[in-house]
């Protein structure tokens, strides 16, 4: 073994000349230098910088949930380089506004010349660990089709999803017309304004991430510049000066376009008087981006998920359409999270026909089950249990 490796960062000898351990601090140019290389659209030869500045940010950076020992590292002893490496970033999810905790694995990567020797799966199972120490009820990792079902994870949430359009949808000022909205850079003072909005719309959705002033000023100051996930946020303002919503961005084009990642108004605003604004506002920005990178721009839009106020606002104008891909979702103890929404799945109960229901429900996933017990429209008991036949059970899913 490396002598030189810490011994509280060390996890176990992997054997043949392989050690699994924490990273530190230490570790931030080496993390970087590997996940810039293996996530490189252009092949290893073209490290994605933007990939590698991510990296380093959240190995050496400050930020709200996550510190470097995050990140699990293979290393090769005999020349102390990191040859495989994940890393966990805690979230919180509300399902209808209950909260859980949530483990994220990403930034999943291999040296080719070490692959297929199980270093990918060593690791699964050591941050599921640590997720489970945390108490996390769920995990969650985005990732390429099918590859992570083999960790116990399904393609079962919505990622993402957009729509959009070129110049010739674009809504048009008339000649003697100006903006009737202003968009701003957010300061830190906006900090509060954008949670509470956050906040506010969320609720519009069954699954949510809950977001802290702490993560929007992240958001706002906290990484740098040429990240992956740096964004551009924005405040809109009527013409009195009144923040009305906000908008995010990235600083880069994706798919020969800007797309707003994230826009919401407050109630009362009317998202067909704002909308048009900030599409025309996409557009002249994609073309700065477009110049100082020189690449083409050709189209704008909201990536917004599969459905939002903005769409049905500006639904002639976004004649195109990428549907959602899949968060990847482990739940490892089914009845334990049941339990932890169960306020939530007994108001769909009393909100549906069998309001009142007393009884059970059994729910056969042929290798495990799930039996829930119900007592006038309350949930009395949610137990797992061996599945004889799904003959015997009130639904069955493979």
């Not at 996890?11 to 392989?18: A, S, T, Y």
């Not at 009144?242 to 961005?249: C, F, R, S, T």
Request: glycine share 8%; aromatic share 10%; net charge negative.
């Amino acid at each position: 073994m490396n002598t030189k490796i810490k011994s509280e960062l060390l996890i176990r000898d992997l054997g043949n000349g392989l050690v699994l351990r924490r990273a530190s601090v230490e570790d931030a140019e080496g993390l970087a230098d590997i996940n810039g290389r293996m996530h490189s659209d252009e092949g290893p030869d073209k490290p994605d910088v933007r990939i590698a500045s991510w990296v380093r940010d959240l190995a050496s950076k400050p930020h709200p949930t996550f510190a470097a020992g995050d990140f699990t590292v293979v290393e090769e002893t005999a020349t102390g380089r990191i040859v495989s490496t994940l890393c966990l970033i805690p979230q919180t999810w509300t399902f209808d506004g209950i909260e859980f905790g949530v483990g994220r694995p990403e930034l999943v990567c291999t040296l080719p010349e070490f692959r297929r020797r199980g270093l990918v799966r060593v690791q699964m199972e050591e941050v599921h660990k640590w997720s489970d120490e945390r108490g996390d009820l769920v995990q969650v990792i985005t990732g390429i089709p099918n590859y992570y079902r083999q960790f116990g994870y399904d393609m079962a949430l919505n990622l993402v999803g957009r729509r959009f359009g070129y110049e010739a949808h674009l809504p048009k000022l008339k000649e003697d017309e100006t903006e009737p909205f202003v968009i701003r850079p957010a300061q830190e003072k906006d900090s509060d304004f954008i949670l509470r909005l956050y906040a506010e719309t969320q609720k519009r959705y069954a699954i949510s991430c809950k977001r802290t002033r702490e993560i929007i000023q992240y958001e706002l100051g906290g990484q740098s510049d040429d990240s992956i996930n740096k964004v551009e946020t924005l405040i809109i303002e009527d013409k009195n000066g009144n923040a009305i919503g906000y908008l995010q961005h990235p600083k880069i084009l994706w798919a020969d376009g800007l797309y707003a990642i994230m826009f919401e108004l407050v109630n009362g605003a009317s998202w067909l008087d704002v909308s048009p604004c900030v599409a025309r506002y996409l557009w002249a920005k994609g073309g700065e981006y477009a110049a100082r990178d020189s690449i083409s721009r050709f189209s704008w839009g909201l990536n917004l998920g599969d459905h939002h106020p903005a769409y049905e606002a500006m639904d002639d104008r976004l004649p195109a359409q990428r549907k959602p891909y899949a968060f990847y979702v482990r739940v490892p103890d089914l009845p334990a999270f049941l339990n932890r929404v169960k306020p939530a799945l007994e108001k769909r109960l009393a909100e549906s026909v069998a309001a009142g229901y007393t009884g059970e429900l059994r729910i056969n996933f042929y290798t495990s089950a799930v039996r829930m017990a119900f007592e006038g429209g309350k949930i009395t008991a949610v137990e797992a249990y061996k599945p004889a036949s799904e003959i015997s059970s009130d639904a069955s899913f493979p």
